[in-house]
């Protein structure tokens, strides 16, 4: 008997995955911050991979408990590229704090 039978079993495999989607999404957020504060909107692609990484696998997996946690984290994947370009943005306005020991393109732009 594997975990989604069991959850299965007592009605509560809906409330897993929505808890475990809840979860992920609130742990992308500071992730998201993080990576454009130390990498910048370069580290994008690397979200890119991950999300398709999660996605082929969620397809070869059996498992509804698996296959649908490793569908959230690959969209959440997709979504965090996104959030990192406009996290760029919300730096540039003052929104949250900029890397003093990283170039930002509107540093160029001032110069001119």
Known sequence: MNITSILQEYHVLGLTIGICTFLCIGLFHPITIKCEYYFGTKCWWWFLLLGAVC????LLIDDVLGATL????????FWTIK???????????GWF????????????????
């Open 70 to 77: 490793l569908g959230v984290v690959g969209f959440s994947s």
């Open 97 to 112: 704090p900029r890397n003093p020991k990283r170039r930002y393109p509107w540093d160029d732009e001032s110069k001119k």
């Open 83 to 93: 959030e990192i370009l406009e996290q760029q943005e919300r730096v540039r306005k």
């Open 55 to 58: 996605l082929i696998l969620s």
